[in-house]
């Protein structure tokens, strides 16, 4: 009978160290719109492995031997939205000193928004957090001035020839109008979501901005943040997921729990209700 050897000690901890890696890479992607793809992407290379391995097809194995870089390559580019968004989550610059922004900011954009609603015209705007938002600044003017909400309704009112676009707010300064938001591809979006709500989503699953979205044809609020979307607010909801965001320094937490929740596109977390959004807005703080 064969003696058992023990692993030396760089053995265990070589072991110990792919165990944690694999727990957290299925802790990332679990619930998200990765997982299946993840799932069946293992799936198909064990099996293959399994299948060379005992039929003995060499050839095969050798094929997979040398394309293991280029599989490597195909895993980067299938799930490059995931791992953009977690590396820029985990690489944020304040990560022990989180941006806070005033009241007065929060107090300036719900004064705008609800007249922006009262009189229906749409309005889409982010609000800048801790991940750059130069590229999307880049597609529209450039104003650098200071937020004030005479200057934001002025700048989507009709026949403005910024209207149509984006409006990025970082601090208390409107930094540029008339920017193009990426829009969300996400097919299991609602029908009756126009191209400002998908650009809102589109823009919070790049970056950490939380995004106000004002509807032209009904004057409905809604927000999005974290790739998730809240509708249908009145001014106390509206003020309260602002200053959840804005005003509340986060606590510390785990980084990789923080970047997969940043990632949660998964049907039950769409399902929320909007209650219990603005609940994790607060709670988020």
């Not at 591809?185 to 029908?191: A, G, M, N, P, Y």
């Not at 970047?259 to 977390?269: F, H, K, N, T, V």
Request: proline share 4%; charged share 20%; with cysteine.
């Amino acid at each position: 009978m064969e003696q058992l050897h023990l692993p030396s000690w760089t053995g265990a901890l070589e072991i110990l160290f792919l165990a944690v890696a694999i727990y957290y890479i299925i802790l990332f992607f679990r619930g998200t719109r990765g997982a299946q793809m993840l799932l069946g992407f293992v799936v198909l290379m064990t099996l293959l492995l399994l299948l060379t391995h005992f039929s003995h097809l060499d050839v095969l194995s050798w094929i997979l031997s040398r394309f293991s870089v280029y599989l490597a390559v195909a895993f980067v580019v299938i799930f490059q939205p995931e791992i953009r968004r977690a590396l820029a989550e985990l690489g944020r610059q304040h990560v022990f000193a989180p941006t806070v922004q005033s009241r007065t900011l929060v107090d300036h954009i719900v004064q705008a928004v609800l007249l922006l609603a009262d009189r229906k015209i749409g309005a889409l705007l982010a609000i800048e957090r801790e991940i750059g938002t130069r590229p999307i600044q880049e597609t529209g003017t450039a104003i650098d001035g200071l937020l004030t909400p005479e200057l934001l309704i002025s700048i989507f009112y009709p026949h403005n020839p910024l209207h149509d676009g984006g409006v990025v707010i970082c601090q208390d300064r409107i930094k540029a109008a008339g920017c193009l938001f990426p829009l969300s591809q996400r097919e299991e979006l609602s029908k009756e979501l126009g191209t400002r709500h998908r650009a809102a989503l589109g823009m919070t699953e790049e970056t950490d901005a939380i995004v106000v979205v004002v509807s032209e044809e009904t004057g409905a609020i809604s927000v999005a943040f974290k790739g998730r979307l809240s509708r249908g607010l009145d001014e106390e909801r509206l003020r309260r997921m602002l200053s959840a965001v804005l005003l509340r320094p986060p606590r510390a937490r785990d980084r990789w729990r923080q970047a997969r929740e940043q990632i949660d596109l998964s049907p039950a977390g769409l399902a929320k209700t909007d209650e219990q959004q603005t609940q994790e807005f607060e709670d988020y703080a």
